[in-house]
């Protein structure tokens, strides 16, 4: 294999543009796969922070969940609490919790099936 290679590689400059391809269509594969799922997901990050308004239940990048009560031009108020309100950043807010999140993974079945077990026996799993 690494001779195949170097022999592609190592041909004069007058050698077909075959040797040239083998390394940019990889490159050019990796940068392509590295790129669009970055888009798509600012893309839908973008469309989330248009659609929150007022009374919207979000998550923010630091885990704190609050329901906002007040939109200024860069700023979410969110109340966290009993008359707990905190200002943040428009690019603070993670997700909306009324959405799915897209990163999260759906349980297997067989969790599922041990956490439903688990409920109709009445206990946690614990058999201490």
Do not use: C, W
Request: aromatic share 2%; hydrophobic share 45%; charged share 30%.
């Amino acid at each position: 294999m690494n001779h195949a290679l170097a022999t592609i590689l190592a041909q004069d400059e007058g050698g077909s543009i075959f040797g040239l391809l083998i390394i940019l269509i990889p490159m050019g594969a990796i940068l392509y796969l590295a790129v669009v799922p970055q888009r798509k997901a600012r893309q839908r990050q973008a469309d989330m922070l248009r659609r929150l308004e007022v009374g919207d239940e979000v998550v923010t990048n630091g885990g704190i969940v609050g329901v906002i009560t007040h939109a200024e031009d860069e700023l979410y108020h969110l109340e966290v609490d009993d008359d707990v309100v905190i200002r943040i950043a428009k690019s603070a807010i993670a997700r909306n919790t009324a959405e799915p999140d897209p990163a999260a993974k759906p349980a297997s079945r067989s969790r599922k099936a041990a956490a439903e077990a688990a409920d109709e026996d009445g206990s946690d799993g614990d058999d201490r």
